[in-house]
């Protein structure tokens, strides 16, 4: 399982930027994904998840109707869209999926919101 991000960088607050994880070695059509995020001297927490169709998402109550995740089952790709971003969404970024009872991540991008 290879999970790698990009799209991360820094930018304003209330700025726009699009992160993409590009999955391999598995059958991605077939799984859940997630993006986590973790703030400096905080815990992951999830973002955002994606069926396995695109046909249902979830959010966390902090990012919702801000952040937008999406996926691409024939380029085995899934992004977050995120918008009006915020201070305290600076963290790291990382995709992750679950296979059989363990959780693989990717090796993270950082977005860091500043003026």
């Known amino acids: 399982v290879q999970l790698v991000e990009s799209g991360g960088g820094l930018v304003q607050p209330r700025g726009s930027l699009r992160l993409s994880c590009a999955a391999s070695g598995f059958t991605f059509s077939g799984y859940r994904m997630t993006w986590y995020r973790q703030a400096p001297g905080q815990e992951r927490e999830s973002v955002a998840t994606?069926?396995?169709?695109?046909?249902?998402?979830n959010y966390a109550d902090s990012t919702k109707g801000r952040f937008t995740i999406s996926r691409d089952n024939v380029k085995n790709t899934v992004s977050l869209q995120m918008n009006s971003l915020k201070p305290e969404d600076t963290a790291v970024y990382y995709c992750s999926v679950e296979i059989w009872g363990a959780r693989y991540w990717g090796q993270g991008t950082q977005v860091t919101v500043s003026s």
């Open positions: 994606i069926s396995s169709t695109g046909g249902s998402t």
